[in-house]
């Protein structure tokens, strides 16, 4: 988004009268976040798995730069939305030990990497699938009760933005890599399954008091680095297969989303797109401020994520704020900036 953009958006913010959030009040009483390794904080840490961004050089521009489990040098666009949201800081990694008390009061983050819309994807890597975070989520909600009352927790659980961020690694690790399934299902197909199970979701999360909702579509997928080296054969180019799929996706995810909202009553639920802006910056890097948009700052930057990014890594670039990828899969934290201002204008409604 351009600065006159965001420079508007915020106007229409004070237009609205949500200026709290300048004297410190948040403009919603929480933030409470599903879905995968895009808004992962550190769930991951306390599990049995390889899917782990919890030691160096991951973090290194983060606050005190420290490995948090984020897979990132720094900050998530779920970070600065938070941020943008006025939280002094994001909500607790629900895993992790900083997710009790009145901690919980300010939201609470269920991501898990490696895990997707569909179940058997974060199985495979022992991650937490979203029908887990989902029962961790009604354990969080009972945890509030007990803070602040049944009624004051309804509220707070009402008037809460919801965010989930799925459905890439369905696609990166599990169908595309997997003879299981795309043997058995075209990409369509997939999606089909993939679009039931956010549905199904979604249905559940409304049952459970969330009134707004703001779910990303998928990203350029055959943008990534790891996904040019994997399934590029030798072209420098993004993957059309795999932006296809994506884009077949996210058109689904669109009018299934508009069906939902209107079956069910008082449901705000807000598709954000990430698709064109990641590409903006894949494609057009220099407008925006970037160098390189091929290559990922982690090592070699071509495939490596989790424990393939690591403090011996050689190579790794000194200013990841010239790249749009810090790893093979995942952006810098400053492309995370320039997605969440985006994100900021698109979600408006959902702090109406």
């Not at 009145?102 to 699938?129: C, E, Q, R, V, W």
């Not at 887990?132 to 945890?143: M, R, S, V």
């Not at 080296?229 to 994506?246: H, P, Q, R, Y």
Request: with cysteine.
């Amino acid at each position: 988004m351009g600065i006159s953009c965001f420079f508007l958006a915020c106007l229409f913010l004070v237009s609205l009268g949500l200026i709290n959030v300048i004297n410190g009040q948040p403009l919603v009483p929480a933030f409470i976040l599903f879905g995968d390794s895009i808004v992962d904080q550190g769930n991951n840490n306390n599990l049995e798995t390889l899917v782990k961004a919890n030691f160096p050089p991951y973090g290194r521009d983060y606050p005190k730069h420290i490995p948090t489990g984020r897979f990132c040098n720094g900050k998530l666009a779920s970070d600065f939305t938070a941020e943008n949201l006025g939280f002094n800081s994001s909500p607790p990694a629900y895993l992790s030990h900083t997710a009790k008390g009145k901690h919980l009061l300010t939201g609470a983050n269920f991501a898990s990497a490696s895990s997707g819309y569909y179940d058997l994807t974060a199985k495979l890597f022992n991650t937490i699938p979203l029908s887990t975070q989902l029962e961790y989520y009604k354990e969080y909600q009972k945890k509030v009760v007990k803070l602040v009352g049944k009624v004051n927790a309804t509220s707070l659980i009402n008037g809460s933005v919801h965010f989930v961020s799925a459905g890439s690694s369905d696609f990166l690790q599990n169908y595309f890599v997997n003879p299981l399934l795309f043997e058995a299902y075209t990409p369509d197909q997939f999606s089909d399954i993939l679009i039931k199970s956010y549905a199904k979701f979604v249905q559940e999360l409304y049952e459970l008091g969330a009134r707004k909702i703001g779910v990303t579509t998928l990203p350029p997928i055959g943008c990534v680095p790891a996904a040019i080296t994997i399934f590029g054969e030798g072209s420098n180019k993004c993957v059309k297969k795999l932006n296809k799929a994506a884009i077949s996706f996210n058109r689904k995810l669109n009018a299934t989303s508009i069906k939902l909202q209107q079956k069910l009553s008082g449901l705000n639920l807000v598709v954000l797109d990430i698709y064109q802006p990641l590409l903006d910056l894949v494609t057009h890097p220099t407008d925006h401020g970037f160098f390189e948009a091929r290559k990922a700052c982690c090592g070699t930057g071509l495939v490596e994520t989790s424990f393939l990014c690591n403090a011996e890594s050689p190579g790794t670039c000194k200013n990841a704020t010239e790249y749009v990828f810090w790893d093979g899969f995942h952006p810098t934290q400053a492309a995370n900036q320039v997605l969440s201002d985006d994100l900021l204008a698109a979600g408006l409604s959902l702090i109406g």
